[in-house]
């Protein structure tokens, strides 16, 4: 799979530019034993922070960038990586991770900084449901979970499981 995973990574492909998609963005620590890419986090010892761009409709990954240090922010992961790429996207849903980024819609908070939960909270808390699901499944291959993956090895892992996953997908 080693070899694999730089032509899978190139299948993904650039973002389509339908606008009016309703894409989620979300992030995800995949552990790595690189001292060198990977930081300590709070789930695992060594890890990476790998944003995750899915379509909601089709659980369709759109885009996968460059894995960050597993302690940084997801906030600041997104705004070097994804806003960057994604300038003419109309904003993204995200979850609490996001909260204060004018590029990503996130739940609703009133005026003591609580969330709103209301009917739209709802709705909310389901669209975001679906990158988790997303995520979930990226995770089940053996290739992210095993921690050997090395310097840009780690962002062609996670784009080709991506790719497999749209394929996976498109087969009926």
């Known amino acids: ?17 339908d606008r009016r998609e309703l894409w989620i963005v979300d992030a995800t620590l995949i552990p790595v034993h690189d ?7 709070k789930n695992y010892r060594h890890s990476v922070n790998a944003q995750i761009l899915c379509r909601a409709r089709h659980r369709r ?4 960038k460059d894995a960050w240090p597993g302690n940084r922010n997801d906030n600041v992961v997104f705004r070097e990586t994804l806003q960057k790429t994604l300038p003419d996207h109309p904003r993204p849903s995200g979850d609490g991770g ?4 004018d590029r990503i819609r996130t739940p609703r908070r009133g005026l003591d900084g609580r ?3 209301d009917r739209t909270y709802r709705r909310f808390r389901k669209r975001c449901a679906v990158a988790e699901h997303t995520i979930a499944r990226l995770k089940d291959h ?3 979970r095993q921690r050997r993956r090395r310097g840009e090895a780690v962002n062609h892992a996670v784009a080709g499981v991506a790719a497999l996953h749209n394929l ?5």
Do not use: F, H
Not at 98 to 101: H, Q, S, T, V
């Open 1 to 17: 799979m080693t070899r694999l995973a730089e032509p899978l990574a190139e299948l993904l492909g650039p973002p389509p530019t």
């Open 35 to 41: 001292q060198q890419r990977a930081a300590k986090s």
């Open 61 to 64: 990954v759109v885009a996968v």
């Open 98 to 101: 996001y909260r204060g980024r």
């Open 115 to 117: 969330l709103i939960k």
């Open 142 to 144: 053996q290739i992210l």
């Open 168 to 172: 996976k997908i498109d087969i009926p």
